[in-house]
């Protein structure tokens, strides 16, 4: 590899990362990638593939059975003479060759109630693995708008250290003057340094936010990220009326995967109970077979072993039969796995149960939630007014020397708590409608 190749290729590799950190990503975009390469969640697939497979093979249980074999055997000394059924002391080999199928006519309907367990199970692998994809998408969801507030926090610390600057050189030209004493210089600058702190430390926050959506969403080959920027309309469309839990419960429970998962594993337990209870009956099984075999025993009038063809034709039989088995007693291990599987069907009734007053809960805390975050959203927004006039307020009184340079920074901390505290808050209730939307059953994410 050439010295100017080496090159070439270094500068193509940062064209792309430039290339991912420039480009804008929105939070469909961002769900949807780390719907695709999230690693997590391949195993939950990977797991329903399986019991894809363990369904279609309880199916193919049906079929009968098919069975060839062959054997060698070599006899040395005394042996019975497979051609007379006599006992000789002579070494001889014989080779048999045979063909059975059977096929399971009754078995206490064990294989029928198997194919339903596993079929449940299946679909309830299929619905967990579309309840982890909404789980990542939320996680995707999170870490997006963490990115926004802490831009949103960044923007309010970067206008507080302008005000700071702007102070700063003001009472410098005041002490060119003589309006002002040296030791406002160290105020301003003090308030200045503090501000550039806090800048510095709203940054690195940002930077932390960016890391952890690229890992939620596995992005490789950059460290950087950049997002659409809706500041402007989060919390605008809220919606002003208080809203029900009960209604949005009722609609969730019924498409929810989680819950949809749970009811399927219900289901599929107490089919295992009839599988567990089919042990009990007689089974009766039907079976039929060809054999033939070659014997170096047999022979002609003239004592020489016939040909092997001859044989193979000659030795051919054929049977049939039906057998029957009764379980009458296996220390009592059938009885005892019914008791199992009747646990293990209580186990996920209660967990059905327990899936629900959980989702029933966490839709009364963000109806909760909703419901105080309208309140909130209002008064955050006429204190943020209110602080931003007593600040614009203090700053024209600083100019004037009719306040100090602590009763300015006070006074221009107020004002940015309350835009902090509305950026929260406007955050919150964008969070909270999108879930709550998911819960009625709207379309807040693009996963198929």
Known sequence: MTHKFKIALFVLLMIGVNVWAQEKWSLDECVSYALENNLQLNDFKYTNQSNKETYAQSIRNLLPSINASSDYFINSGRAEDPNTGTFVTQDFFRNNYSLESSIDLFQGFQKINSIKASKFLYKATKEEV????????????????DIQFFQGLVTISQEQLAVSKSNYELVNKQIELGLKAGADLYEAESLLLTDELNLTQSKNQLA???????QEMNLEGTSQINIQEQLTDIGNDIGGEEIQSDSIYTFARDFLPLIKAQELRAKA???????????????????????????????????????????????????IGVSLNVPISNGWSARSRIKQSK?????????????????????????????????????????????NLAFNIAQ????????????????KNLFASAQNENLQVRLRSEINKST????KGLPVFNIN
């Open 269 to 319: 337990a107490k089919k295992q109970v009839a599988v567990s209870r089919g042990r009990l009956y007689p089974s009766l099984t039907l079976f039929a077979g060809v054999g033939t075999g070659y014997f170096e025993t047999r022979t002609d009038s003239l004592g020489s072993t016939l040909p092997f063809r001859d044989q193979f034709r000659d030795n051919t039989n054929q049977y």
């Open 343 to 387: 646990i293990e069907k209580l186990r996920a009734e209660n967990n059905l149960k327990t899936q629900e007053q959980v989702l029933f809960q966490t839709i009364q805390q963000l109806v909760q939630d909703h419901n105080s975050l309208l309140v909130e959203l209002e008064q955050s927004d006429q204190k943020v007014k209110a602080q």
């Open 130 to 145: 579309l309840q982890q994809k909404f789980l990542l998408a939320f996680r995707v969801m999170q870490a997006f708008y």
């Open 436 to 439: 709550i939307d998911f819960y």
């Open 396 to 411: 024209k009184r600083y100019e004037k020397g009719l306040i100090n340079a602590l009763e300015l920074f006070t006074a």
């Open 208 to 214: 932390a936010a960016k890391l952890a959506l690229i």
